[in-house]
């Protein structure tokens, strides 16, 4: 009676939901400047991202967002609200980012980024970008900044990129 095909077991007829996965990560603000991070590991690597990383079992979404911030970029950042969600369904991903305060310059590489660097908004690398989920957030940010009330929602399914 489902509306989706599921694995179940023949043994016991426990039901394995295949969902997907939770992408957490956040956009780092200093002095209106926004904090990205060079990869220094597969996919995309050396090309630009905001920090993100997959949410742990018995996290809730801020604290995966500050801990991935802190893995990829050593910065010790304050969440100020989500900022957007964007989906990718082709490869099971949901991202919530989430607008954050870099309080001080205390930030560098680390070994997932290569390099961690404010830029402005005219320094932005947007041909070095390595996500959809990461030039998505950026734009709504440039768009409408910090003062929007909001959420973001986007997604991204191939060829076309969607907006809510």
């Known amino acids: 009676g489902d509306t989706f095909y599921r694995y179940v077991c023949n043994n016991c007829s426990k ?6 996965r939770i992408i957490v990560g956040c956009l780092p603000v200093y002095n209106e400047k926004i904090m990205l991070c060079r990869r220094a590991i597969q996919p995309q690597l050396g090309l ?3 920090p993100a990383g997959f949410l742990e079992n018995g996290e809730i979404p801020e604290e ?5 911030t802190l893995e990829e970029s050593l910065a010790k950042v304050e969440i100020i609200k989500l900022h957007c969600v964007f989906s990718l369904p082709k490869v ?3 991202y919530l980012h989430f607008l954050a305060k870099v309080p001080n310059k205390q930030f560098g590489p680390t070994s997932e980024s290569r390099e961690v660097k404010l830029f402005s908004k005219d320094e932005i690398p ?7 989920s990461t030039t ?7 768009e409408y900044g910090l003062d929007y009330q909001g959420v973001h929602v986007g997604s991204y399914a191939g060829k076309q990129k ?3």
């Open 136 to 142: 998505f957030a950026l734009e709504k940010y440039l």
């Open 15 to 20: 039901i394995h939901y295949d969902n997907p």
């Open 48 to 50: 630009w991202n905001l």
């Open 92 to 94: 099971n991903q949901v």
């Open 162 to 164: 969607w907006e809510v």
């Open 126 to 132: 947007w041909n070095d970008i390595a996500f959809h």
């Open 64 to 68: 995966g967002a500050t801990r991935e």
